[in-house]
Nanobody
Framework: QVQFVESGGGLVQPGGSLRLSCAAS????????MGWYRQAPGKQREWVAG???????NYADSVKGRFTISRDNAKSTVYLQMNSLKPEDTAAYYC?????????????WGQGPPVPVSS
């Protein structure tokens, strides 16, 4: 399984920005499609954004235009830039393989840094 370590979470005010990072283990990171997921308190985990090895991206409607996923294959790292944050973005954020089925079959879930969006 591929292992991931997320970082960069923290309290942010509505309208603010935050960037999450995710470092992956393994030397073949570049071939994997990667995704960001989130789980709000009392809710199921949901997919947020995905990026394939070539760099094409896709986003959930709820974050489209506000969040940007990117990757640095040389550093085996994927990022999530979050702008114009809303209270409903409050959640623990996780990175893993994408799509979700591959995340379950071949990936692993890290600690998931919390991102509270509150004034």
């Amino acid at each position: 399984q591929v292992q991931f370590v997320e970082s960069g979470g923290g309290l942010v005010q509505p309208g603010g920005s935050l960037r999450l990072s995710c470092a992956a283990s393994g030397s073949i990171f570049s071939i994997y499609a990667m995704g960001w997921y989130r789980q709000a308190p009392g809710k199921q985990r949901e997919w947020v954004a995905g990026i394939i090895s070539g760099g094409s991206t896709n986003y959930a409607d709820s974050v489209k235009g506000r969040f940007t996923i990117s990757r640095d294959n040389a550093k085996s790292t994927v990022y999530l830039q979050m702008n114009s944050l809303k209270p409903e973005d409050t959640a623990a954020y996780y990175c893993n393989l994408w799509p979700p089925l591959q995340a379950t079959m071949e990936g692993s879930w890290g600690q998931g840094p919390p991102v509270p969006v509150s004034s």
